[in-house]
């Protein structure tokens, strides 16, 4: 537990110092900003299309920081082989992948804070109010990105950088066109074909349960147990794709 926290800990400084960080950042600020000007024209209310906006971005953001810096970080220091100087001291392979793993989401983590902080100052500002509703589509939001967290990492223990950040981005769309996987599944005329289709339904996860961003917009109820099951359920891939990272990165010969 000491090496995993040394490892989360060293990781934690090193992304907080990336430039990427605060660029990704500035951009999210300028389209939250921006916003704010666009209720204007929409035939909906500012407070729906600020918190549509605000929404989107921070899934968006999110994805970005957990390609661009989780890739980036664990990817290039396999390639470089600079990991050397890391496994060649007494820390242990699965202490390096989950310290890596807990670094990269207290740093993701504390950047969603700033932009969540900001998103809800813009909301009271335009006169809105924080429902449970706001801040359970911004939960959500936190652990979905833990899911594409930890995919990054898997990735990167077997591929490129650059193969990995696309994996990773494919992963993230994939996840969230699960249900039209689905859809073709059943209306596909070929047996193998529906079969492979089922496959890949059944592995992915389906990153549309973390999005609750229509019913919050819209005022619709969001069902019962939902916000439960759908962190259970991003508790669990997230859980299996560290497992399987750790697997992986212990069979690696480096």
Do not use: C
Request: no cysteine; net charge positive; proline share 2%.
């Amino acid at each position: 537990m000491k090496v995993l926290s040394i490892v989360a800990s060293n990781t934690f400084k090193e992304t907080i110092r990336n430039k990427v960080l605060y660029n990704i950042l500035l951009v999210a600020g300028v389209v939250l900003l921006l916003s704010i000007s666009f209720g204007d024209l929409s035939v909906f209310s500012r407070i729906q299309v600020m918190t549509d906006f605000g929404l989107a971005t921070m899934s968006l953001t999110g994805l970005l920081l957990a390609v661009f810096i989780g890739v980036g970080m664990l990817g290039v220091e396999i390639s470089t082989k600079t990991v050397y100087g890391v496994i060649t001291r007494p820390v242990g392979r699965a202490s390096f992948i989950l310290g890596k793993f807990t670094g990269l989401f207290l740093t993701l983590l504390l950047n969603f804070l700033l932009i969540a902080a900001v998103f809800m100052i813009a909301i009271q500002t335009m006169g809105g109010s924080i429902n449970a509703g706001i801040v359970s589509a911004v939960f959500l939001i936190l652990v979905e990105m833990a899911v594409i967290v930890s995919a990054a990492i898997f990735f990167s223990t077997f591929t490129t950088p650059t193969l990995a950040a696309i994996f990773t981005l494919a992963f993230y769309a994939a996840g969230h066109l699960n249900n039209l996987v689905s859809l073709s599944a059943q209306q596909s005329m070929g047996a193998f074909h529906s079969f492979v289709l089922r496959m890949v339904h059944y592995i992915l996860p389906n990153l549309d349960h973390f999005n609750i961003r229509t019913m919050v917009v819209y005022g619709m109820p969001v069902p019962e147990g939902h916000i439960f099951f759908t962190f259970l359920y991003g508790v669990f891939y997230t859980a299996l794709l560290l497992i399987l990272s750790v697997w992986l990165f212990g069979r690696k010969d480096l």
